[in-house]
Nanobody
Framework: QVQLVESGGGLVQAGGSLRLSCAAS????????MGWFRQAPGKEREFLAA???????YTKHSVNVRFIISRDLTKNTVCLQMNSLYLEDTAVYYC??????????????????WGQGTQVTVSS
């Protein structure tokens, strides 16, 4: 079992920045990849970025200039730095852990554990 807890969400003005953190506990050594997704009201869950062992990173093209994923193995945390936020970045942001994938997959089905999500609201 792997438990994931996201933090760092909140209300921010357009153009601002937020740093989301995902604290992992439990059998974290079994997690081979960690990812960030988001889901806006009425929309499907959307992949944002992922990092796997060896610090291989894959970031969705549409956000790769503004969003940066990183990991601190000593703290069992994965972060998502989000800059130049737009109104359309408003969503619930989820952290996910995959036990089977060896690559930073963008497919939600490759992830076995999910956090409860943290709300990000971007205002004008």
């Amino acid at each position: 079992q792997v438990q994931l807890v996201e933090s760092g969400g909140g209300l921010v003005q357009a153009g601002g920045s937020l740093r989301l953190s995902c604290a992992a506990s439990g059998r974290t050594s079994t997690a081979s990849a960690m990812g960030w997704f988001r889901q806006a009201p009425g929309k499907e869950r959307e992949f944002l970025a992922a990092i796997s062992w060896g610090d291989r990173i894959y970031t969705k093209h549409s956000v790769n200039v503004r969003f940066i994923i990183s990991r601190d193995l000593t703290k069992n945390t994965v972060c998502l730095q989000m800059n130049s936020l737009y109104l359309e970045d408003t969503a619930v942001y989820y952290c996910a852990a995959g036990l089977r994938t060896r690559i930073p997959s963008r497919e939600a089905k490759e992830y076995d554990y999910w956090g409860q999500g943290t709300q990000v609201t971007v205002s004008s």
